[in-house]
């Protein structure tokens, strides 16, 4: 581990929000037992948010965004990881309340990592990053209330985003027929490149609507919540299931019980920031087993640390398409 490392570094002081590239001493790390050198990190919305100011994500400062990393242990007094180890990382407030991955190095909790996969490379992990990591999670959690793919279409919201994308893939490649909603239909091809079926305009889901619709869906994952979420409900077909992990529309939740009461579907919530160490293990055992490297070659693009913020504010602008990921060494 070297004595200095290089890092995004956001400050708030006199009510002047600022990030900037800085290089640090590897002293003025967090005190906790995990010491890293930081390979691979990712640039998500909420990483944008935190280092254009455009979200109240960070929690303290200084701070060092990046809620996703990939690295090599350097010292450790945790007796579940060793020097020289790879490791991942994903959520636990990284980024927001403890820093993050977007630096050269980082000291973290040993609860928070897990072990990399051997079926993945450092980059790849962070190709497919929290974005894939959620997808999995939410397919996970329809698998186990019994949907398969005889078990009639899977609706993917915000399926032009980083979790949406990935879900529409995901479940192609395991068998299920996607319709993707989308706000941005001119990259419909796109969306059934990637395996949708079909492409419907958002705008069919994102208006106050009726308390039961047809009956149309068997499952579906949201990452939009309010009046399109309330509305998938009112879509499912009996014992349908939805999975809830994201609120681009809203925080809102606009529904009546009349769906879960008449047709007995289920809504299950997604969190992947506190998520149990057994769940992501599996998560991330799936996504080695079955993401393709050319998939992931074609989605992501790769940026050094002194390229993330002027990429940040690209990303924010609606500007990137697909996964940023960070060499942090380069």
Request: net charge negative; hydrophobic share 40%; glycine share 6%.
């Given at each position: 581990m070297n004595n200095q490392f290089k890092a995004i570094v956001i400050n708030n002081t006199d009510d002047k929000y600022t990030a900037s590239v800085q290089t640090l001493n590897n002293s003025e790390l967090?005190?906790?037992?995990?010491?890293?050198?930081?390979?691979?990190?990712?640039?998500?919305?909420?990483d944008g948010l935190a280092i254009t100011g455009k979200g109240p994500v960070v929690r303290s400062f200084p701070m060092v965004p990046g809620i996703d990393l990939v690295g090599k242990v350097t010292d450790s007094d945790s007796s579940e990881f060793a020097i020289d180890q790879l490791v991942l990382l994903n959520g636990f407030g990284v980024g927001e309340?403890?820093?993050?991955?977007?630096?050269?190095?980082?000291?973290?909790n040993g609860d928070w990592l897990l072990p990399l996969p051997t079926s993945l490379t450092p980059k790849q992990a962070m190709q497919i990053g929290t974005a894939g990591y959620t997808?999995?999670?939410s397919i996970i959690a329809l698998e186990k209330q019994g949907i398969t793919p005889d078990s009639g279409d899977i609706l993917v919201t915000g399926a032009n985003g980083g979790v949406g994308s990935f879900a529409v893939y995901l479940l192609n490649l395991l068998g299920f027929t996607v319709v993707a909603a989308t706000g941005r239909v001119d990259q419909s091809e796109h969306l059934k490149q990637l395996g949708a079926s079909e492409v419907i305009d958002r705008n069919e889901l994102s208006n106050p609507g009726k308390p039961l619709a047809k009956e149309r869906f068997a499952a579906a994952i949201d990452s939009v919540g309010s009046h399109t979420l309330a509305n998938i409900c009112a879509s499912l077909k009996y014992g349908g299931v939805v999975t809830a992990c994201g609120l681009a529309q809203g925080m809102d939740f606009p529904a009546s019980v009349a769906p879960f009461i008449l047709r007995g579907i289920s809504l299950i919530g997604i969190d992947s920031v506190m998520r149990p160490k057994v769940d992501r293990i599996q998560a991330w055992q799936?996504?080695?087993?079955?993401?393709?490297?050319?998939?992931?070659?074609?989605?992501?693009?790769?940026?050094?640390?002194?390229?993330v913020i002027n990429a940040a504010d690209e990303l924010m602008a609606g500007n990137i398409r697909g996964r940023v990921v960070v060499n942090c060494q380069q």
């Open positions: 967090p005190n906790l037992p995990v010491k890293l050198d930081v390979l691979y990190s990712t640039l998500n919305y909420k309340k403890y820093w993050g991955g977007l630096a050269q190095q980082a000291a973290v997808a999995m999670l799936r996504l080695g087993e079955l993401v393709e490297q050319s998939y992931l070659d074609k989605i992501s693009t790769e940026i050094n640390l002194d390229q």
